[in-house]
């Protein structure tokens, strides 16, 4: 049913045992092993780029927390408005919460496909799936200080008398493998969790740091009582690479943000004044005479003034006038014969 799965885990799982066969020979355990931790760094190696842009994801969503928090009070009766809103924050910041995801969900199918073709190196077996019968016979023979990779704690006693093996020496060669991959299950969650924004904690931040810190490990090692010794060398490698990819990842990022940082921060420093310098004000700029108006012919039209205006004369000169009442511009006639008077005199 799922061959498409231990088809593929079998193949990269054969190639790395014929590299390390032709050292250590084809039945040595450490061959096996080598195939088997060397599987998952092919796996984990091909998922660098995703996990990458998940730790870029989860970086940028503790940036925009505070905005999180803000859309789960306002829309906290209405849920299908707040995922709807939460939905348009992401698009925004460009985020997505399933590329955030895709390194994890990826492993689960290699972790059953290794699972199941592990388990089915059995006695008696001529072929499991891209290994055949001569495949099947090294395998079991391989002795890791005198237990075989096949072989788990609660395995019936009747299939470890057909390895030759007792129980006693599983669980000598298993328990410790076991509190090893427990250990890195929980160093690697703990590093996690001190890269993670405390103003961006929320419940359920909390309840999945309490499950990856705790839970997780525990389960680890109360699955080890169920799995062959192979699948927990499996894990063992899986979380010590994963372990060593966070601290390089994160160092890479912590550069790169120090990098901007600095940059910034040298911009700021060239645009600024210098001790002592006056600060340098924009010149104004002289204001420029505007033309004065033309005619249509061309020739400039004078500025008019406003003029007082002169009362006109309400009776004509010829009627005389009795008052005495002079027109404007005008001299009477008897002003003039004053005037002619004193000439004689």
Not at 184 to 203: F, G, I, K, Y
Not at 231 to 249: E, K, P
Request: hydrophobic letters at 40%.
């Amino acid at each position: 049913m799922l061959d498409f799965i231990y088809y593929p885990v079998s193949f990269i799982m054969w190639c790395w045992h014929w590299v390390f066969g032709h050292v250590f020979g084809e039945s040595s355990a450490i061959a096996w092993a080598l195939s088997i931790v060397f599987l998952v760094f092919t796996l984990r190696a091909i998922m660098f780029k995703p996990t990458v842009k998940q730790v870029r994801s989860m970086r940028k969503m503790q940036e925009f927390a505070p905005e999180i928090k803000k859309l789960q009070k306002k829309y906290a009766n209405d849920r299908q408005k707040q995922a709807q809103e939460m939905q348009k924050l992401q698009a925004e910041h460009g985020v997505s919460p399933l590329g955030g995801c895709l390194p994890m969900l990826l492993q689960i199918p290699v972790f059953i496909g290794l699972f199941h073709v592990l388990r089915e190196f059995k006695p008696g077996k001529t072929e499991n799936y891209f290994f055949d019968e001569r495949g099947v016979s090294s395998y079991i023979d391989a002795d890791l200080f005198g237990a075989r990779l096949s072989n788990w704690i609660t395995q019936p006693a009747t299939e470890l008398a057909k390895f030759g093996v007792d129980r006693t020496t599983v669980v000598l060669v298993a328990i410790p493998l076991m509190l090893l991959a427990s250990a890195l299950t929980h160093l690697t969650a703990r590093h996690s969790v001190s890269r993670q924004n405390p103003d961006a904690a929320t419940t359920q931040t909390a309840m999945m740091n309490k499950l990856t810190l705790y839970v997780f490990p525990l389960g680890v090692l109360v699955g080890g009582f169920f799995f062959p010794i192979g699948l927990i060398m499996y894990w063992l490698s899986n979380n010590g690479w994963t372990l060593w990819q966070q601290r390089f990842v994160y160092k890479k990022i912590d550069a790169e943000e120090a990098t901007k940082k600095a940059v910034a921060q040298e911009k700021r420093a060239a645009a600024a004044p210098k001790p002592g310098q006056k600060p340098t004000q924009p010149r104004k700029r002289p204001v420029t005479p505007t033309a004065p108006a033309t005619s249509e012919d061309g020739a400039p039209e004078a500025a008019t003034e406003a003029k007082p205006d002169t009362a006109k004369p309400t009776q004509a000169a010829a009627d005389g006038d009795k008052g005495g009442t002079q027109i404007p511009g005008l001299i009477s006639d008897r002003s003039r014969s004053k005037k002619s008077g004193r000439k004689n005199r």
